[in-house]
């Protein structure tokens, strides 16, 4: 069964660029979810969808950050512009329901470098 | 608000000894109880969870936890390492309900190095 894919896996860019990473769930999920991973401040979520909707999405660093899942199929996170504090392991998770005893899947993440 | 704090950032231990991972959580509300391991390059795999019932669970790859609820813990053990062990444990918490309903709290992680 294909996971949840992320793409680009490696991202270097230069300050002031508008970045688009993008996620794709597994098939079936209902729930899709983005974190963001620093040595320093750890895993946080930044926000999350339930049926393509956003239901939470408290953890946005600020307006330069923002997300969408036209489908449910298809996710989007956009900085706009970039700055090199930007720079992170971004991960997106997919689960079914989010019932208790199901998961959440996670990609293998997008390495940002904002130059 | 919830919170979740692993006491050791770095855990390098020989192969075939055990090892113990802690974890201890802050909430006001009942929680449910997850581990994850990180290996390089990767997302997050779950390893266990704890939703109720048996404080004691058991994972993939031998991994187990037990659920303290008076100490607020959540230790992940396993009794020989391998090699292949080495990565870094997440223990996360999520309300058991209620309106944050599927948002998980993570730990700041611990780093697992298993020597030969």
């Known amino acids: 069964d294909a996971g949840v894919i992320q793409s680009p896996r490696h991202e270097v860019t230069e300050m002031g660029q508008e970045v688009t990473l993008r996620c794709k769930p597994i098939?079936?999920?209902?729930?899709l979810f983005w974190y963001r991973q620093t040595m320093m401040r750890g895993l946080e979520l930044l926000i999350y969808?339930?049926?393509?909707?956003?239901?939470?999405d408290s953890g946005m660093p600020e307006d330069r950050f923002s997300a969408k899942m036209p489908n449910a199929s298809f996710s989007t996170l956009k900085i706009q512009p970039s700055e090199p504090r930007d720079s992170a392991v971004y991960f997106c998770?997919?689960?079914?329901?989010?019932?208790?005893?199901?998961?959440?899947?996670f990609g293998d993440g997008t390495r940002l470098s904002i130059l | 608000a919830q919170s979740v704090t692993q006491l050791d950032s770095q855990v390098p231990v020989f192969e075939e000894a055990p090892v113990e991972l802690r974890c201890n959580y802050s909430s006001s509300v009942s929680v449910y109880l997850f581990w994850y391991v990180q290996y390089p390059n990767q997302g997050l795999q779950l390893l266990l969870k704890y939703l109720s019932g048996s404080t004691l669970v058991k994972g993939i790859n031998g991994f187990e936890a037990e659920f303290n609820k008076s100490q607020t813990s959540f230790h992940l053990r396993k009794p020989s390492v391998h090699i292949s062990d080495t990565a870094e444990y997440f223990c996360?918490?999520?309300?058991?309900?209620?309106?944050?309903?599927?948002?998980?709290?993570f730990g700041q992680g611990t780093i697992l190095t298993v020597h030969p």
């Open positions: 098939s079936g999920h209902d729930y």
């Open positions: 969808f339930n049926n393509n909707v956003p239901i939470d």
């Open positions: 998770a997919s689960s079914y329901q989010d019932r208790e005893n199901q998961p959440q899947h």
């Open positions: 996360a918490v999520k309300n058991a309900g209620g309106t944050s309903y599927g948002k998980l709290t």
